[in-house]
């Protein structure tokens, strides 16, 4: 399977990683050109023993590329994952699904083909419905379902 995953934060870049070592073709977008960099040279920015090994495997087995081009990851994707930041908004602490929102936008725009959109940002109830609605405006055309695959702490 093609996976594009969206964000290559902790979670991102663990689930990224972890997926082309089950033997699926994944491209971690991220718009930070600073952590692109890094990753392609092969270094983790995160603290999580062993990644960085398999990370390099994969990468040079050609199964796990890093861009900052996302219409190009989405449209060669199967199945894309959202997995963007949702930091805690100040005053009333709920998630800031202001990158989620974003991320769906410029998502919709790129789907071409049959496409699996799957939210792993912490979401609360009811966001799958809203990235939903956002796809389809921003796309008619699109063909398309959304789907929640949540993290739990990371490696869980
Ligand atoms: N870190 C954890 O241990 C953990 C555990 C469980 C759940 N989560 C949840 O997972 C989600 C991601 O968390 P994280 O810690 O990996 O976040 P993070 O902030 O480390 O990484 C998010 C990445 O997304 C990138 N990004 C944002 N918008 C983008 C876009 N439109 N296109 C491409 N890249 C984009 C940012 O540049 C950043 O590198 C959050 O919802 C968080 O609450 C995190």
Redo the contacts with the bound molecule.
């Keep these: 399977m093609r996976v594009a995953m969206?964000?290559?934060?902790?979670?991102?870049?663990?689930s990224g990683v972890c997926f082309s070592d089950f033997g699926h073709e994944v491209v971690c977008?991220?718009?930070?050109p600073a952590?692109l960099e890094m990753l392609r040279a092969g270094q983790v920015p995160?603290y999580e023993p062993g990644l960085q090994e398999l990370m390099v495997r994969n990468m040079e087995s050609g199964r796990l590329h890093f861009s900052?081009d996302?219409p190009a990851a989405v449209s060669e994707a199967d199945a894309v994952f959202i997995?963007?930041?949702?930091?805690a908004r100040r005053g009333d602490g709920h998630?800031d699904l202001t990158?989620?929102f974003?991320?769906a936008e410029?998502i919709a725009h790129a789907i071409d083909d049959y496409t699996v959109v799957v939210i792993?940002?912490?979401?609360p109830v009811g966001t799958n419905r809203q990235v939903q609605k956002i796809i389809a405006m921003a796309n008619p055309q699109a063909d398309f379902d959304v789907a929640s695959n949540?993290?739990?702490?990371?490696g869980?």
């Design positions: 969206i964000g290559t934060g902790y979670v991102g870049l663990v977008v991220d718009k930070d952590k995160i900052n996302l997995a963007v930041g949702t930091p998630a990158y989620v974003a991320a410029e792993k940002s912490t979401v949540p993290s739990g702490p990371v869980a």
